[in-house]
Nanobody
Framework: QVQLVESGGRLVQAGGSLRLSCAAS????????MGWFRQAPGKEREFVSA????????TYADSVKGRFAISRDIAKKTVYLQMYRLKPEDSAVYYC????????????WGQGTQVTVAS
C-alpha cells in the first residue's frame, strides 16, 4: 500500500527557512501531480503549492509566491517544499497530497507535519 510520509516540520523563528519533504512508499506509486496544503487551528485547509510529476508545471498560492519553492525527485519519489522568509501566519500542519491517475483532484493524503513560526 502506498503511503505519503511528510517530514521536516519544526519550530522556526520568523524570517527563517525550512524544507519539508514528502516521501511516497510502495512500488505502485503513480502520480499526475503532487501538492502541499496547510491547515491552521480553526481554519479551513488551504492550498499552498503543487507540481506536476513531470515537473513541467508548478503553482503557488498568492500568500507564498516568491517565498516557497516546490520540487520533486522522481527517483526518490519525494516532493519538497522549500520555505523562505517564514512568517507566523505560515504556522500550520502541512499536508502532502497526491493526485493519482484517473482522479479529478488530490485523492491521497499524508498525515501532516507541524510547522510553527515564532515571532
Amino acid at each position: 500500500q502506498v503511503q505519503l510520509v511528510e517530514s521536516g516540520g519544526r519550530l522556526v523563528q520568523a524570517g527563517g527557512s525550512l524544507r519539508l519533504s514528502c516521501a511516497a512508499s510502495g512500488r505502485t506509486f503513480s502520480s499526475i501531480s503532487m501538492g502541499w496544503f496547510r491547515q491552521a487551528p480553526g481554519k479551513e485547509r488551504e492550498f499552498v503549492s503543487a507540481i506536476t510529476w513531470s515537473g513541467a508545471s508548478t503553482t503557488y498560492a498568492d500568500s507564498v509566491k516568491g517565498r516557497f519553492a516546490i520540487s520533486r525527485d522522481i527517483a526518490k519519489k519525494t516532493v519538497y517544499l522549500q520555505m523562505y522568509r517564514l512568517k507566523p501566519e505560515d504556522s500550520a500542519v502541512y499536508y502532502c497530497a497526491n493526485r493519482r491517475p484517473g482522479a479529478r483532484d488530490f485523492d491521497h493524503w499524508g498525515q501532516g507535519t507541524q510547522v510553527t513560526v515564532a515571532s
